[in-house]
C-alpha cells in the first residue's frame, strides 16, 4: 500500500507559478513510477504529467508542455509538480497518483496508476 497527500495548492493569479507536493508512505517510493491528474467541475479527470520511478522518462500532456515540469526525491518520498504561467483554465482539484510499475505502459491512462490521493484545489484567478 501507498500513501499519497498533496499540498501546495491555492488560489493565483494568472501568470502565477504554484508548486505542489505529494508525499508518499508505505510501500517503497521509489518503486513506483509517478502522475499527476487533474479534474475540473463537471469534467473528466485528465492526465497531466507522469515520471518514471528513477526520474529520467517524464510524460507531459499538450495543454500544459512547457508551463508545467514533475520531478521527484526518492530520498524525500516527495514527487512535485511547477506549476509556471498558469491560466484559468488550470483551474482544478490536482491529483498524485502511483504506478506500481517503475516505467509507466501507458502513462495518460488512469488505469495506470493502483494509489491515489485525495487531491489539492488549484484555483487561478483571470
Known amino acids: 500500500q501507498v500513501q499519497l497527500v498533496e499540498s501546495g495548492g491555492g488560489l493565483v493569479q494568472a501568470g502565477g507559478s504554484l508548486r505542489l507536493s505529494c508525499a508518499a508512505s508505505?510501500?517503497?517510493?521509489?518503486?513506483?513510477?509517478m502522475g499527476w491528474f487533474r479534474q475540473a467541475p463537471g469534467k473528466e479527470r485528465e492526465f497531466v504529467a507522469a515520471?518514471?520511478?528513477?526520474?529520467?522518462?517524464?510524460y507531459y500532456a499538450d495543454s500544459i508542455k512547457g508551463r508545467f515540469t514533475i520531478s521527484r526525491s526518492n530520498a524525500k518520498n516527495t514527487a512535485y509538480l511547477q506549476m509556471n504561467s498558469l491560466k484559468p483554465e488550470d483551474t482544478a482539484v490536482y491529483f498524485c497518483?502511483?504506478?506500481?510499475?517503475?516505467?509507466?505502459?501507458?502513462?495518460?491512462?488512469?488505469?495506470?496508476?493502483?494509489?491515489w490521493g485525495q487531491g489539492t484545489q488549484v484555483t487561478v484567478s483571470s
Open positions: 497518483a502511483a504506478s506500481r510499475s517503475l516505467n509507466p505502459v501507458r502513462p495518460v491512462s488512469r488505469n495506470e496508476y493502483d494509489y
Open positions: 515520471i518514471s520511478w528513477r526520474g529520467l522518462s517524464t
Open positions: 508505505g510501500r517503497t517510493f521509489s518503486d513506483n513510477a
